[in-house]
């Protein structure tokens, strides 16, 4: 019974804890994906990033099960207002469905407040940097890769912006999982190539070559 107690203690006085990081993680407009380290990690971006550029990113991680071709800017219509303009919202939803035929689920959406807005990122490549991490097959859990995925994706939202302006952020995270992305497909090119040379080419070339003789 003591032991009950104490423990309950402890969740509490955790609790308490944790409360005013979560309070205070304005960039966060629906979380139920993301955990505690990475929640701080987003507002710490973008608190740097509003401070420096005067545009407010805000992100919704959703694990809403959202029917095919669903209009997240509607969606998004509910929590406006919670937006400070000029922003951007960036929406992970991944058990969003892409095609019933398929199956296929998750999405991104990147929503600015205005055409200026949406002229300082490259769309794709905030994309991609989240989907490619999710997309790999590795030992990490998706709960993981979710996580991975949206802060890399926040943090190439944030760089882009900054950058417009010639700007750089201090708190934001290097692309490393980008780059590896980049080097694992260069591998896997490389070794189709080397493959199709071996058993498909070098035959061809070969014959070609004794033909002549």
């Known amino acids: ?34 955990k505690l380290e990475a929640v701080q990690l987003i507002d710490d971006m973008g608190e740097e990033l509003q401070a420096k550029t005067g545009i407010n990113a805000y992100v919704i991680a959703t694990n809403e099960h959202f029917p095919e071709r669903y209009n997240l800017v509607e969606y998004s219509k ?4 919670k937006l400070s303009k000029p922003y951007v919202l960036f929406i992970f939803a991944p058990y969003a469905t892409i095609t019933k035929k398929s199956e296929a689920r998750g ?10 807005v949406r002229a300082m990122y490259d769309y794709e490549e905030v994309r991609d940097a989240g989907i490619d991490i999710v997309a790999i097959k590795d030992s990490n859990t998706a709960e993981d890769k979710y996580n991975i995925g949206i802060l890399q994706a926040y943090s190439v939202l944030a760089d882009n912006i900054a950058a417009s302006k010639g700007l750089k952020l201090e708190k934001t995270i ?34 070609m070559r004794n033909g002549k003789k």
């Open 1 to 34: 019974m003591n032991k009950a107690k104490v423990r309950a203690s402890l969740l509490a006085v955790l609790a308490l804890w944790m409360l005013p990081l979560l309070l205070n993680a304005t960039q966060l407009l629906r979380n139920d994906l993301l």
């Open 78 to 81: 509910q929590y406006e207002a």
């Open 107 to 116: 999405r991104v959406g990147i929503i600015p407040s205005s055409a200026t």
């Open 174 to 207: 290097p692309d490393e999982m980008g780059l590896m992305v980049i080097i694992l497909r260069i591998l896997i090119y490389a070794g189709t190539a080397v493959l199709l040379w071996i058993f498909v080419f070098r035959s061809l070339w070969m014959r």
